[in-house]
C-alpha cells in the first residue's frame, strides 16, 4: 500500500487493553502489507489498574494467534496454569462443612443416550458428590494436585482446556515488547486534553505534542478520557445487579514449600468475596465487597483477618470499581476498550477476554474505507449483548445463594430480578435441566449452557426430573473414572510443570 494512503490508528493507554488491541490489530491489518500505522500512546506517570491476574480459557488462543511462545510468556509473567475455580462459602456450610463447588473451563463428556448431567440428576448423584466431580475431569485433576498438561503437551495444548494467572504488570510488558518487535509505535506521552469537531476526535495533546489519527482508540482505564470527551452520559451502571464496587488487594510471598493451585479461589466474605490467585513467584489475594455497606478500613480488616497473622504486616491497595458499560462503545472515530469501555467484577476473570472480543469484533468491522453507521451500529449491540450477557452469568453466582448472615448475601438473592427473563429461566430451570437453547439468541461467546450448570449444580438448584430412569444411568460415570484415571497417568503435577518450565530459562 502507498503510504500516503495508509490510516494511522492510534491507541491512547497502555495497559493489557492498548497492547492486547495493538498487537492483535497489527497482525491482522499489517501482517501481509502494511495498511495501518498503529500507535500505542502510554502515560510515563500514570500507571496501569495492574491486578487482572486470572484468565479465562480462550486467552490462549489469542496468545497462540498472535504468535507468542508459550513458555516465553509464562515465565515472563511468572505465570501457573489455571484449570478452573473453586467457590467456597457461597452457601451455608453443609452439615458443618464449608460449601464449595468447582467451575472447571472443561466441556462436559458425553454421554450415550442421555447427556451426562441429566444421568447425573436422574441418578440423584448430589446425595453422594458434587457436580462437578461427577461430571468432569478436571475437578479430578486439581484433588491430585495436577495440572491440565500431559508431558509431550506442545505450546497451548494439554488434556483438559485451561487459562492463567499472570503478572498483570509483566503481561502488559511482555505484550508492549512483542508488539513494539512487531511494529507498533511506542510514544511515552500523557494525554492533557482533546478535541472534537463533529462528532470525531480531530486530535489529542499532551502538554508538548498533538497527535492526529484516523482512528483514536480510548484504552486509558476506567476515565475513559477519549469517549467521555465526545459524549458524556453514555454509561449504563450494573450497580442494581453487581453492588460490589471496591476492591482492596494484598500480595504475599509463597512459603518455601508452597505449590501454587492450577485454579483460582473465590471465597464468599461477609459482604463479597475474596480472591486468592497463584502465580509461580507468589499469591495475589483481594477482597471485592459491597462499598455501600463497608468502608475500605473494615475491608482491609477482614481481608487481613481472613488472611491470617502473616498478612499482619503486608502491604494493602485499595481501587475503585464501576461496573457496567458504554451505551456506546463506539462514537465517531473512536472505540473504547477494555475498563474504558466496561467492567464487570472479577469473580469469572473476564476483563481480559472482554478486550480479546473487543479486538477481534474491532478487526471485521474496521475497514480502509469510510465507517458507516450500520458498523458502528453492528459493533455496539455485539458489545452491548457480550456485557449483558456476562452480567446475568455473574449474578447468577449470588442470586441462588441461601446464605442470610448478613445484608448483603439476604440481598443478592434478589438481585436475579435485575435481569431480564432470569427469574423466569431459573423457574424454568427447577423443571428441566439448562440446555443451550435456554440461552440461545444471547452473545454467550465464553459461558454457554455447559457454564451454567456448573453453577446452577453447584448452588444447589437442582431440577426435579420426573421420569423413570433406565439401566444405563452408571455407565458415562464409570467411563469418566476410567478416563480420570488414564489422564492422571499422562498428566504432570502442576508443581513439577512450573519447575520443569524455570528449568529450561
Ligand atoms: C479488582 C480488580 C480485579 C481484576 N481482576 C481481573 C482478573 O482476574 N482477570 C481479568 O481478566 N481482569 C481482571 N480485572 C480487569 C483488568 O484489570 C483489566 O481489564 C485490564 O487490566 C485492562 O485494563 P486497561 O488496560 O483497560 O486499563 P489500565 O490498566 O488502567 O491502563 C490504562 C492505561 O492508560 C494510560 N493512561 C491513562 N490516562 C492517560 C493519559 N491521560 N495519557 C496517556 N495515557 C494514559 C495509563 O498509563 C495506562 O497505561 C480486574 C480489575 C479489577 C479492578
Known sequence: MNPDKMKTLTIVGGGAAGWMTAIYLNKVFNSQQPNF??????????????????????????FAAMGLDENELLRATHAT?????????????????????????????????????????????????????????SAHLIKQGHGPKARQSA?????????????????????????????????????????????????????????QADIFIDATGFKGLLIEALQQNNWQSFADALPCNKAVAIQRPHSDDYQPKPYTVATGLSNGWAWQ?????????????????LTPEQAEQELRAWLGPEAAELQARHLEMKVGCRQQFWLGNCIAIGLAGGFIEPLESTGLHLINLGARLLSTHLSQGTVAQTVRDSYNTA?????????????????????????????????????AGLP???????????????????????????????????????????????????QPFTQLQHRVQQVLQRTVPHADYLQQLAQQS
Open 37 to 62: 500505522q498503529i500507535n500505542v500512546i502510554e502515560s510515563p506517570d500514570i500507571g496501569i489498574i495492574g491486578v487482572g491476574e486470572a484468565t479465562v480459557h480462550s486467552i490462549r488462543y489469542f
Open 81 to 137: 496454569l489455571k484449570t478452573g475455580i473453586m467457590f467456597r462459602n457461597w452457601m451455608k456450610p453443609v452439615a458443618g462443612q464449608v460449601h464449595q463447588y468447582f467451575h472447571p473451563f472443561e466441556q462436559q463428556q458425553l454421554g450415550q443416550e442421555l447427556d451426562m448431567s441429566s444421568c447425573w440428576l436422574l441418578g440423584a448423584r448430589y446425595r453422594q458428590e458434587r457436580y462437578d466431580e461427577g461430571v468432569s475431569i
Open 155 to 211: 505450546p497451548y495444548q494439554a488434556v483438559v482446556p485451561y487459562g492463567y494467572h499472570l503478572d498483570a504488570v509483566l503481561l502488559a510488558r511482555f505484550l508492549r515488547d512483542s508488539a513494539v518487535a512487531a511494529g507498533v509505535a511506542h510514544i511515552a506521552d500523557t494525554i492533557v486534553d482533546v478535541s472534537v469537531a463533529d462528532g470525531n476526535i480531530s486530535a489529542v495533546y499532551s502538554t508538548t505534542a498533538s497527535y
Open 277 to 293: 490467585i497463584d502465580l509461580s513467584s507468589r499469591q495475589g489475594t483481594g477482597y471485592v465487597y459491597d462499598g455501600n455497606r
Open 383 to 419: 458489545m452491548n449483548g457480550f456485557y449483558q450477557d456476562l452480567k446475568q452469568f455473574i449474578v447468577l453466582h449470588y442470586c441462588l445463594t441461601d446464605r442470610d448472615d448478613t445484608d448483603f448475601w439476604r440481598q443478592a438473592q434478589a438481585t436475579a430480578a435485575s435481569c
Open 424 to 474: 423466569e429461566k431459573l423457574q424454568l430451570w427447577r423443571h428441566k435441566i439448562c440446555e443451550y437453547h435456554d440461552l440461545a439468541g444471547g452473545y454467550a461467546t465464553t459461558f454457554t449452557d455447559e457454564n451454567y450448570r456448573y453453577i446452577l449444580y453447584g448452588m444447589q438448584h437442582y431440577p426435579a426430573l420426573q421420569f423413570q430412569s433406565g439401566e444405563g444411568l452408571q
